[in-house]
């Protein structure tokens, strides 16, 4: 079992920054991969960005290239999102999520998921 908590979440003006954590509870964090998600008001949940159990490999959805940032702590039991260069469109419920099973997806089909955190972006 994992248990999650996204944290970091607010009001940013377009343009600004933030940054999400997840914080992990349980055993064995590094054997999970670890990725973000976000769902918007009446769409479907979608994928932002995801790092692999090795820390060594990244993937990121189409909305993240270039202005996000996956990364995670194994010492600390956390995984971030820096957000850069925020969009309105970017306004969304931000949820952490992790996974034993290979090779990562980018469906919301992830095991363990977090509470979500508010992000909003305004113009």
């Known amino acids: 079992q994992v248990q999650l908590v996204e944290s970091g979440g607010g009001l940013v003006q377009a343009g600004g920054s933030l940054r999400l954590s997840c914080a992990a509870s349980g055993r064995f964090f590094s054997a999970y991969d670890m990725g973000w998600f976000r769902q918007a008001p009446g769409k479907e949940r979608e994928f932002v960005a995801a790092?692999?159990?090795?820390?060594?490999?990244?993937y990121y959805g189409d909305s993240a290239k270039g202005r996000f940032v996956i990364s995670r702590d194994i010492a600390k039991v956390t995984v971030y999102l820096q957000m850069n260069s925020l969009k309105p469109e970017d306004t969304a419920v931000y949820y952490c999520?992790?996974?034993?099973?290979?090779?990562?997806?980018?469906?919301?089909?992830?095991?363990?998921w977090g509470q979500g955190t508010q992000v909003t972006v305004s113009s």
């Open positions: 999520a992790s996974d034993l099973r290979s090779p990562i997806v980018r469906t919301p089909t992830w095991t363990y």
């Open positions: 790092i692999h159990r090795s820390g060594g490999i990244t």
